[in-house]
């Protein structure tokens, strides 16, 4: 029931914001790219890099993680190492990264109950640290074209089953306009629209279109 005398403009509190959430990306590495194979790896790849620049744009605490880097999986995206140049990249053996103390003491190092997580494969590396951190009381939301699975029922099966466990599944440029919410936000305004030129595809494009026919401040 509406009581419309309680009605204000104001946003929900279960949208994200530059101070309310930190970017987990887990295992963005060759060894498991290479049997990734729910969609296209270069739509992940180019996912992930757009969901990095997006963290970096609005400042966002971020994890970085891998497993078996010089082992087995190799190191992490180049592109996503790029974005973030001097950030730790925490190494495990662990498949559920939650069960990795410097992972987990790296989350909690950022003081946010709202996880935005991408990682390879979805049903294994991500679901089982979305599971994990539910149980723990945090908020997770999954950026589900930043992550892939070995096919598109395990990848499939994986969202389900997170977001049956109260996990919410978002994508890469949800995450960036909803953290943008408003183009008078000057402040950002410039770097988000760079992203989305170089990232979102047809979207990116009408931005192009959009600056050159009606001009520089023409909104995303």
Known sequence: MVNISDVTSAPSPDLLTPDNCAVLFVDHQPQMFFAAASGDRTSIMNATEGLAKAAKVFDVPTVLST?????????????????FPDQKIIDRTSMNAWEDAPFVEAVKATGRKKLVIAGL???????????????????????????????????EHAIQRMIQAGAVPVTWVQVLLELQRDWARTE??????????EHAGAYGLGVVYAQAVIGAHAAG
Do not use: N, R
Not at 67 to 83: H, R, T, Y
Not at 124 to 146: I, K
Not at 188 to 197: D, L, W
């Open 67 to 83: 497993v078996a880097a010089e082992s087995f999986s190799g190191p992490i995206m180049p592109q996503l190492a790029a974005v």
């Open 121 to 155: 494969w979805t049903e294994v590396c991500v679901v089982l640290p979305t599971l994990s951190a539910l149980a723990q009381g945090y908020e997770v939301y999954v950026v589900t074209d930043a992550s892939g699975g070995v096919s598109p029922q395990a990848h």
């Open 188 to 197: 950002t305004y410039v770097p988000v629209t760079e992203v989305v030129k």
